[in-house]
Nanobody
Framework: QVQLVESGGGLVQAGGSLRLSCAASVGISSISALSWYRQAPGKQRELVASSTSGGTTTYADSVKGRFTISRDNTKNSVYLQMNSLNPEDTGVYFC?????????WGQGTQVTVSS
């Protein structure tokens, strides 16, 4: 089992920045992929950014150039640096881990971007 705990969400004005953190209960080197998803009210959960154990990163088109996913193996953590935020970025952000073929989810952290 893998436990994931997100932190760093909050309220920010458009154009501002936030940094989300996700701490894993196991060594992240053993995790195939670490990702950030978000879910806006009335919308399906969508992939924001992903990082594989091999170093490949993927971003949703809507966040390319603004968000950066990174990982710190010594701290078993993955981060999402979010810059130039806009109201469309509002939602609950979830940390996701794929270990072997099993998925694990954090409980989410709220991000609200005001106009």
């Amino acid at each position: 089992q893998v436990q994931l705990v997100e932190s760093g969400g909050g309220l920010v004005q458009a154009g501002g920045s936030l940094r989300l953190s996700c701490a894993a209960s196991v060594g992240i080197s053993s995790i195939s992929a670490l990702s950030w998803y978000r879910q806006a009210p009335g919308k399906q959960r969508e992939l924001v950014a992903s990082s594989t154990s091999g170093g490949t990163t993927t971003y949703a088109d809507s966040v390319k150039g603004r968000f950066t996913i990174s990982r710190d193996n010594t701290k078993n953590s993955v981060y999402l640096q979010m810059n130039s935020l806009n109201p469309e970025d509002t939602g609950v952000y979830f940390c996701y881990a794929l270990k072997s073929i099993r998925p694990f989810w954090g409980q989410g952290t709220q991000v609200t971007v005001s106009s």
